[in-house]
């Protein structure tokens, strides 16, 4: 009996440390703020600090209780491993036609870090490497950001970023013998290279004073220079600053014909402002465009005198006008191509017409125009799923890629004169996704609001209740969450799980109106419609709450943390990545101000404070609450959502958590945002994230 009841005992210790492991004790202040007469706490306050050496064991220790419990989780091991073998198919971009005649296209043999750039004298001809982002770094740390030619496709400038981090570099290589020239750039950020003549326009900030808050820091007073070839950056023309207006971007672009320059300013507001000048005219000034920054006008293509532009004023869904340089302002521009009830994704000018792609119901849908409006078909694309048009407005056909979730990212041609489409390059993959079943549901959100949502998984699943359950949202910014092939959810849908891909508000899937009804005092409809999505899971047998995972990175880490804060009851599991945790801090750090048209800030006013204050995840956490087994995840170099905003989520969630679940976090190191991030770095988060949710929806 005795030696029964140790047994037990023991295995009840196994059990708890399994489930809640001995966390490091995190230091607090007495750090208060006040913001229109109300106290706010902020104890963890040191931990915004990144160049401090507290904050740095903090780090160490939290790792070190992290890493050995996800070491320990049984399925890791297997997760990666079967990771590796789904990842390791080929994958090919589409090719683009250059000036010099030669294609380029990337390419990623499988389980290399970075994809390479190629070269080829004719289409389907032999390729050979451009340029291999994997030789600039040993770990596969440094990224290629973009790749801009010279409009005489003599030059070739590439963008590069170190560790995930948002600064950027360029770099030119002389194209014709792929040589690395002198030329480099540093302290960039948000930029292209934007060629005219000799030389391109950048943007950057000034370099940071080097007191080790260079990840962290705000930053200001965005600048646009122009750099001459075969010259030191010192030499760089300040082209253009706005000091009036620290914080707001701005970039230049030059179109093909280098006759026309447009400037664009955005950060004020949900929109953009625009500017054009003529450069045939000696001594031209920038004229502009538009009337405020409430909407968005983006330069599609030129000809002559003639400007298209894709915009949403008057417009929610999107439509294309024409506007003369003579006389650009928006009272003057001619609808080409109107509103429609479907949302205007994107247009392609290619061989005398135009490619306008469609969001219905947030699959793409694409027609044909000629120049003139008129439409002449619909394109037929392979299924339901996301399509991107690529070719040149001289040529007389075009490439797409096409992908669904049980379709990987296949390679389209597409002639313009038959409307016949043909396989370019398909991915020979080593895995069946046959077994597979995607549906699209429509579920009510709590005002009543229509939410769409994708449901992926095996054919044979029974619906009863038991399945687990990974719901992932975002629900910001405008950005529409599209179907998409990844493998690394099939380790999930093998194993039995069901993958739900919500379409919140706050995103774009159905135009303006619909990414505004989830900005600054409407932001809880998207909390609503994803905590309305799990409930519709339960309500039609796809699971229960202690089947539920959710997970979302960015704003999507703001979701799961306003979500699992405000229904811990209602999920098993919470993976916030990257999120923004602290929302009445965030517009301090880096480019944090540029978010403020879809949250508001803590100093716009006490309403906007009551409001933020009301939902932040930071600040809705309660002592001796249950909350889901949670694994934060963030990384040292992220200047995008700055590691603060999980530091200080974590330490307030080990506080509050009633020591049920366990609730740790992931610090990566040399990795960002989640932009760039060598493959490898990609799998071995992906194994961790997955074994975790094994776990703990008992898998």
């Known amino acids: 009996m005795k030696r029964n009841i140790l047994i037990i005992l023991a295995m009840t210790a196994i059990a708890i440390e399994a489930c809640a492991p001995k966390l490091p004790q995190t230091r607090k202040d007495d750090t208060v703020d006040n913001y229109f007469g109300t106290e706010v706490a902020d104890p963890y306050r040191w931990l915004e600090d990144d160049a401090s050496a507290e904050t740095a064991a903090w780090v160490k220790a939290q790792n ?70 994997n030789t600039l770094s040993d770990d596969g740390t440094v990224a290629l950001k973009g790749t801009y030619f ?41 930029t292209g290279a934007s060629w005219r003549g000799n030389g391109f326009y950048y943007s950057a900030y000034d370099a940071p004073q080097g007191d080790g808050h260079e990840f962290s820091g705000k930053n200001e007073v965005h600048k646009i220079y122009y750099h001459k070839i075969g010259t030191p950056q010192s030499e760089d023309e300040l082209y253009f600053s706005n000091p009036a207006e620290p914080l707001r971007f701005y970039q230049l672009e030059i179109n093909e ?53 894709f915009t949403n004023l008057g417009a929610p869904m999107n439509k294309i006008v024409v506007a003369d340089v003579h006389n650009p302002s928006c009272n003057n521009w001619k609808d080409l191509i109107p509103e429609s009830d479907c949302v205007l994704e994107g247009v392609t000018f290619v061989g005398g017409k135009i490619i306008a792609s469609y969001l219905k119901d947030a699959s793409t849908h694409a027609w044909l125009y000629d120049t003139d409006g008129t439409r002449i078909r619909e394109i037929e694309l392979p299924g339901v799923g996301s399509a991107g048009f690529s070719g040149k407005k001289d040529e007389p056909f075009c490439f797409y890629s096409y992908s669904s979730f049980t379709t990987p990212g296949t390679i389209y041609s597409y002639n313009l004169e038959t409307g016949e489409s043909s396989v370019y390059c398909q991915p020979k993959t080593n895995f069946d996704l046959s077994e597979f079943n995607v549906e699209q549901v429509f579920f009510e959100s709590k005002d009543g609001t229509r939410i769409p949502m994708f449901v992926t998984h095996k054919k044979n699943v029974k619906l009863d209740g038991s399945n687990p359950v990974l719901l992932y949202g975002y629900g910001g910014f ?47 409809n998207v909390f609503d419609d994803f905590i309305s999505a799990a409930e519709w899971m339960i309500a039609h047998k ?60 803590s100093e716009d006013s006490e309403e906007m404070f009551k409001y933020l204050y009301g939902y932040s995840p930071l600040h809705n956490l309660k002592p001796g609450t249950k909350y889901p087994a949670t694994l934060v995840t963030t990384a040292d170099h992220d200047d995008r959502v700055v590691p603060a ?52 929806l008992g898998m």
Not at 79 to 88: G, P, Q, T
Not at 496 to 514: D, K, P
């Open 64 to 133: 070190k209780v992290t890493a050995a419990y996800l070491k320990k989780l049984p399925a890791r091991e297997k997760i990666l491993a079967r990771l590796k073998e789904v990842a390791n198919y080929e994958k090919v971009g589409a090719p683009s036609h250059k000036k010099n005649g030669k294609w380029y296209f990337y390419k990623n043999d499988g389980l290399q870090n970075q994809s390479v750039l190629y070269e080829m004298d004719e289409l389907g001809g032999e390729p050979s490497v451009f340029l291999d982002p």
């Open 150 to 190: 010279s409009h005489d496709c003599k030059y070739m400038a590439y963008v590069i970023s170190r560790s995930g981090s948002d600064w950027e570099e360029i770099f030119v290589m002389d194209v014709e013998n792929g040589s690395l020239l002198e030329d480099h750039i540093e302290w960039a950020k948000f």
């Open 257 to 309: 014909e280098e006759t026309l320059a447009f400037l664009y300013e955005d950060g004020a507001d949900v929109g953009n402002n625009l500017y054009v000048k003529d450069l045939r005219v000696e001594g031209a000034e920038f004229v502009q465009m538009t009337a405020d920054m409430k909407n968005s006008c983006l330069p599609v293509e030129s000809d002559g005198d003639k400007i298209y532009l």
């Open 478 to 524: 405008d950005i529409s969450l599209t179907p998409g092939f990844s493998a690394n959810r099939i380790p999930f849908l093998e194993a039995g799980g069901i993958y739900a891909q919500v379409n919140l508000r706050g995103g774009g899937e159905y135009g303006e109106a619909w990414h505004l009804a989830g900005t600054k005092m409407n932001k809880q």
């Open 542 to 601: 796809c699971t229960s709450p202690e089947k539920i995972a959710i997970l979302g990175g960015s704003n999507g880490g703001l979701l799961v943390g306003a979500c699992m804060t405000q229904r811990p009851d209602l999920y098993a599991v919470a993976i916030p990545q990257v999120g923004v945790m602290d929302m009445l801090r965030y517009h301090k750090f880096t480019i944090g101000w540029n978010w403020a048209p879809d949250y508001g800030t």
């Open 645 to 696: 905003h999980s530091f200080k989520f974590a330490a307030t969630l080990q506080e509050c958590n009633d020591g049920t679940n366990p609730c740790l976090i992931r610090i990566d190191s040399k990795a960002g945002h989640g932009g760039g991030k060598p493959l490898a770095k990609v799998l071995e988060e992906q194994a961790d994230i997955y074994a975790f949710i094994f776990k703990h």
